[in-house]
Structure formats: C-alpha cells, structure tokens
C-alpha cells in the first residue's frame, strides 16, 4: 500500500456549505469522498464504507465532534481522523489529541493546510499498518517456534514414556500367568474368524471321512466295539474302491477270536495301505491295537493329542523321542497319513528344534516350525465338519457307496457318534476327534503352516503401537485419549488376523497387556501434583 491507495475521504460537518466545498476540492485532487452531516451518520457511513481519512467538525448537533471520537476510538480502525473547529478551544484540542488525530485545522483554512494534514494522515496510515504487519509477522514467528518446540517437547516425552512402560511392563506381562489365558482366548477366536470367512484349503476334497455315526450305532445289530470281523468286512469294501491309503484313528478294542483275528489281519495287508492307531499313556507305556500280524502294508502311528493348560487342543504333534534310543521316536497318526501319502523318506527326517525337516520321493524338501520342547504344530482349524466329504461306516460295511467317491481318496475312519465320547475342545469349538485328526493332517499336507514372530521382532511392534496411545496423553484430553487406545487395540486385532492368513502368529497377550498397563500408568502420573 502506498499514498496513492489511501483516497477515501469523510467530511463530517454540520454545513452544508462547506461539506459540498470540501468534497469538490477533494474530489478535484483525486480522492473519493463520502459526506456527513453529523456524528450518527458519520458512523454509518464508516460501517458502511472503507474510511481512511476523516475530516470531522467539532461543533455538531446531536452526537459532537468529541463523542464522534470517542465513537470512532472505540472501533480501533486505521483510520485517521483531523478536526476542523471554528474557535481554537484548549480543551477540546487536548481531547481530539488524546484520541490521536493527526491534525488540528481552525476554520477557515488554505488548501495547502488541508493538503498537508491529509498528506500526514496518510503517512500515518501506512507506518501503523506497516508496524501492525512487522508486529503480526513477529507473533506469528514466535507463535511457530512456540509450537514446534511444544511438539517436539510432547514427542521426546511420549518416546521416553513409550520406551520406560516397555521396558517395564514387557517382561511382566510374558510372565504374567493370566497372559497365557488370554493369548489363548485371541487366538481361538481369530482362528474361528479365519474358519468362517475363509473357504477350507482345496485339498480337503482329497479326503473321505468314514464315520461311527448315529446310523452306524443304530443299523449294526452288534453293540460297539464291534467284532473285528465288521471292521474286516469295512475294509474289503473300501479296498475294493481303490482308495489312496485308510487311516483308523481309534483302536481295535473289545475281545475277539483268533478267526477274526487272522481275517482282519489278511485284509489289512492286502491292497491299500493302511495305518492303524495307538495311545501312549501317562507312564509312557503304549496301548497298541491289538497283537495283530500284520505285514509291511501296515504302519501305526500313535494317536494322542496335545491339549494347552486350559484344556484344549490346538496343536498337534510330529513325533515323540524314544527315551531309551534318543536316535529313534514314534511318529503321530497324521505324520503317518502324511508320510505314505506323499511318500516320505524317513531317511531323511531331521529334528532342528525349532523345525523338522525331510524329504518325499520327489526329492522336495519339507520344513514343519515347531515347538522346540513338544515338536508340536499349531493346527489351522480351516475345515468344519461340512467341508468334508463323510460316509457313514455302517454303509462302508454294507458296501452302500459309490466307488467312485472313494478312488485314489485318503480314507479317515473315525468316531462322530457323540455317545461314544470321542469329543475334543478345539479353538474353534467341540469336534468329534476324527474331524480334528483331519484338520491336523490337512495343516501338514497342504503346508499350511503358522510360524512364530521372534519375540524381539514383536517387542518392535508393541513400542511403535504403544507410542500413540503415550503420545495422546500428551496430545489430547479427556476421551479422545481412549479412542486412540481403542483404535491401536483394533488395528491390533486386524493386525494379528492378516499374519494369521499370512502364516504367522505372535503372543496375542502383550499388546493388549501393555496398552492397557500404559493407560492405567498414564492416567497415574497425570493426576500426580
């Protein structure tokens, strides 16, 4: 802005004679004017207009020349006013200069006086508004260092806080009992959710479950365990079919004669192979099925489960170490399945603690993570029992089937009738064992493994999830401090359930376990004096 932009001119004065004279001599020197006859419309015309310049008459009707100021001082505006008086009066100069007008004509007065105190108005115009500027400028500068440093203060401190509730809190809640329970209940339920939004792998179409169902229980006359003649008669009409391999996952029970010992033991080492199960007891002993002679088409693998300290399974394992022979062990029943069906070198087993190795007759190289002290597998709980192609044993033992469902398929016999008692807690609710057996044999067949993020690589995400909900007690107040908890406590989750798909899982215990201890640690030492 220079003189020139500074053109606007009031001329308030009960005259009209000289209001008129007055804009018409400004006006001539370029100025644009606006007239007043006295104060109240003056003030109009300054709400109404951009005012810079105000020549204002001291005596006026109504609101005065003094009360105008007073008015005009009121509005704080870069205006700058000069008074025209007819009779010079001490006071009422003392009272224009103490609301700084910036000139004083007595009537009458020459062009060149006018023209001088305009010219100074507008000096002063431009050195306030230049001085408003510098100032403003000034403010805003340090108003900018003011919050950087603020912010970089909140920072450093919500670091520090990030960093001290770790390191403390970290060591405790891996310990912390409770913390189990609930790295168990996370992750039944994030297994759940994977078992309904996902479809089961496609594999499972490679299987047949041969089921001791309800209709089992209520067609066959004999009461269970059945003779082993009925398992003999089962297994001829399944061999007939052509099947990939059979696998019992129950024991033959019961007494029998040395007849349907010697049939059942012929059809078992005839076509397909065959595995049978056996238990392992708490002293170590084995419950094998029975003294049967049996040839090289038949292998047995044991068929106990791994259940976690709350009682549920939901891992399953590869083998156990022979004691007496540590080069030697037993395999499990789905390591077994999985070992005739794919062919596997035993030659080439490997135990790594932290992975098991081997190889198949194609020469590919399989790896299993599993826990170094139990060489056991998370199962992933893809298939519910739906998904899965089931006969009744009833219908196997009449030869009620389709052949063709059964051709080149790995055949489950297993018990579902609830009355037997073959029931199991899983992660994704009670399952008859056969279907979990099948679930664990499908994790190793398909390769569709969890491993186990290494706790300092979990450590990392924990402090970077921590850092927010630290950094929003310094940030913000009341409620919003909990919403961000809320929201890192939920992209947690969503977090944890994409590794889970992606194969990966972590202690679902600790984030949870230290925001909330963050929180509670936090909101304590706000309220400190």
């Not at 009409?237 to 052509?242: E, I, M, P, R, V």
Request: with cysteine; proline share 5%.
């Amino acid at each position: 802005m220079n003189n020139t932009e500074i053109k606007t001119i009031l001329i308030v004065d009960d005259d009209p004679d000289i209001r008129e004279y007055l804009g018409e001599l400004l006006k001539r020197k370029g100025f644009k004017t606006h007239l007043a006859a006295e104060g109240k419309e003056a003030l109009e015309k300054i709400q109404g207009f951009h005012i810079n310049i105000i020549l204002c008459d001291i005596q006026m009707p109504g609101l005065n020349g003094i009360q105008f100021l007073k008015e005009i001082h009121k509005l704080h505006l870069n205006t700058q006013v000069i008074v025209m008086t007819g009779v010079y009066d001490i006071d009422n100069y003392n009272e224009a200069i103490k609301y700084e007008t910036c000139g004083y004509l007595i009537k009458p007065f020459s062009q060149d006086e006018l023209m001088k105190s305009i010219l100074c108005a507008q000096r002063n115009i431009l050195e306030k508004k230049e001085t408003s500027e510098k100032a403003l400028a000034q403010i805003k500068t340090g108003k900018t260092k003011y919050v950087i440093i603020s912010i970089f203060k909140r920072i450093t401190l919500s670091a520090l806080f990030t960093l001290l509730i770790s390191t403390v809190t970290l060591p405790l809640i891996y310990v912390f009992p409770l913390s189990r329970y609930l790295d168990y209940g996370i992750y039944d339920r994030l297994q759940r959710l994977e078992n309904i939004l996902k479809d089961p792998p496609r594999a499972v179409n490679d299987l047949v479950l041969v089921l001791i169902d309800d209709e089992t229980l209520r067609e066959i006359p004999q009461r269970w365990p059945y003779p082993r003649s009925v398992f003999a008669e089962a297994i001829v009409n399944l061999k007939k079919a052509g099947p990939r391999l059979i696998a019992f996952d129950f024991t033959f029970l019961g007494r029998s004669s040395p007849e349907d010992d010697s049939r059942l033991s012929g059809v078992l080492s005839r076509g397909s192979p065959v595995i049978l199960s056996y238990g392992i007891d708490d002293k170590g002993s084995v419950n094998f099925y029975s003294s049967l002679e049996t040839g090289s088409n038949v292998e047995s693998g044991f068929a106990n489960c791994l259940q976690d300290r709350d009682g549920i399974t939901r891992r399953g394992l590869i083998y156990l170490k022979n004691t007496d022979n540590p080069e030697n062990g037993f395999l499990s029943w789905e390591m077994q399945v999985l070992r005739i069906a794919k062919n596997i070198d035993l030659s080439t087993f490997a135990d790594h603690r932290s992975f098991i190795s081997f190889e198949d007759s194609m020469a590919d190289k399989w790896l299993i993570p599993v826990d170094p002290h139990t060489s056991s597998y998370p199962i992933r709980m893809r298939a519910a029992k739906n998904d899965f192609r089931r006969l009744s044993f009833y219908r196997a033992a009449r030869g009620l089937f389709d052949p063709d469902d059964i051709r080149d398929k790995i055949v489950l016999v297993g018990i579902s009738a609830p009355l037997l008692g073959d029931s199991h807690t899983t992660s994704i609710g009670q399952l008859p064992g056969i279907f979990l057996k099948a679930n664990a044999f499908l994790t190793l067949y398909t390769r569709d493994l969890l491993s186990s993020i290494p706790l300092k690589t979990q450590s990392y995400f924990v402090v970077l999830g921590l850092f927010p909900v630290a950094a929003s007690f310094f940030f913000l107040k009341n409620w919003r401090r909990a919403i961000v908890a809320v929201i890192m406590l939920a992209a947690f989750f969503l977090a944890s359930y994409i590794l889970l798909v992606s194969g990966y899982t972590w202690n679902y215990s600790v984030f949870p376990g230290v925001v909330v201890s963050a929180y509670i640690l936090l909101i304590l030492v706000r309220r400190l004096p």
